[in-house]
């Protein structure tokens, strides 16, 4: 149930999400609660928690879930979703982030960014005036990150000490599992192949995070090691945006690395399939896995719009 008045949780209210890692465990938690109770009370209808509100949402890059998830989250909360892509803008003709910025500012309660370099993430931050939530980076996928927790949190309860393996390119979603997976407890073990390794830098400071409240970060070359004990088993595509020819090399470096059913009877009991999507079936994950009785693919693809819906409560909501 949803508190009444919402209070939002002063860790997130009014500040920007460009990662995780400038967070703290309990403003994840508290956005992983609103979410649980906002797909819980979805057929009741929600609160208009968002009322007023206009969120743009500039798409740099092409989307589908982050997309449809935040427009629906955005409308069912009561708030005004205005999407807009570079051939929309004067971006697309040589504007500058800076300029941009300072205009969306003035129109808008906050913007959500989906580009490439991180860096242009933080030069709209740095002039907006409002809160920017980052819809994906190169370096990190922060939202992706707490649809994650929540399909974990539904499928397994407390997630202090739980084990998700992670196979393939530790890349932006790889990264920022480990950062909710050390906010959260979780024990996050990355099987990935020389040169398609997470920063160590990010590594590390999971691990030691991680390890304050049960869980840790560590990387492996075994997928089999990985996958021991593990109640989730995680992957991405070989072959994201900015990849393009290198196919071939990527999927022969990464073919030990697929989610198939053999390598989940090696993991823990119940274990489930994870996959941020799209998702490309005989590369880093079977058909039969993908839409088998053991993935809960699905449920974390609808819990982008939940735990979205409740970051930007939180984050917009008056308190």
Known sequence: MIATPFTPHP???????????????????AVLDLAA??????????????????????FERPSTRTRVSFVSGIE???????????????LGRGETIEDTAKVLGRMAEAIVLRTGPHETLLELDRHAGVPVVNGLTYEHHPCQALADA????????????LRVAYLGDGNNVCVSLMIVGALTGMEVVAACPEGYRPPGEVVAWADATGAERGGGARVVDDPHEAVAGARALYTDTWVSMG????????????APYRID??????AGDGAVALHCLPAHAGDEITYEVLHGPRSAVWDQAENRMHAQAALLAHMLAPG
């Open 150 to 161: 929540q399909t974990l949190r539904e499928r397994f309860g407390d997630l202090s000490g």
């Open 261 to 266: 059913d053999a390598l989940l009877d090696r």
């Open 37 to 58: 109770a906002l797909k819980d009370g979805r057929a009741a209808g929600w609160p208009p928690l968002l009322r007023h509100q206009v969120i743009a949402l500039i």
């Open 11 to 29: 860790d997130i209210a009014g500040r920007s999400l460009l990662t995780l890692r400038h967070h703290s465990p309990e403003g994840v938690a």
């Open 76 to 90: 069912r909360l009561g708030g005004s979703a205005m999407v807009l892509s570079p051939a929309d803008m004067q």
């Open 243 to 254: 990849d393009e020819g290198t196919e071939e090399r990527r999927r022969r470096d990464l």
